[in-house]
């Protein structure tokens, strides 16, 4: 990458995994001013992508519960 160049922001990825957690980065970045001082990391942000998720699929799923799963799985 050359000098002065805008660096990628990963939303382009070929890898569909980076390509999502660098859409939820930018979303967040985009929804909150502060997102400097209280930024996350995209696996956090994409850890609860997948909980909201599956709560929609899954309406008697617990937060709780999904996240102890992911953790068991070593996500």
């Given at each position: 990458m050359t000098k002065g160049s805008p660096q990628s922001t990963g939303v382009d990825s070929k890898n569909p995994l980076l390509r999502k957690m660098a859409q939820l980065e930018l979303a967040e970045r985009q929804q909150n001013?502060?997102?400097i001082?209280?930024?996350s990391l995209g696996v956090d942000l994409l850890r609860e992508?997948?909980?909201k998720e599956t709560?929609?699929?899954h309406p008697l799923?617990?937060?709780e519960r999904i996240l102890r799963d992911m953790d068991?799985?070593?996500?």
């Open positions: 001013a502060n997102y001082e209280n930024s992508h997948i909980v709560i929609k699929s799923a617990t937060r068991f799985m070593g996500f």
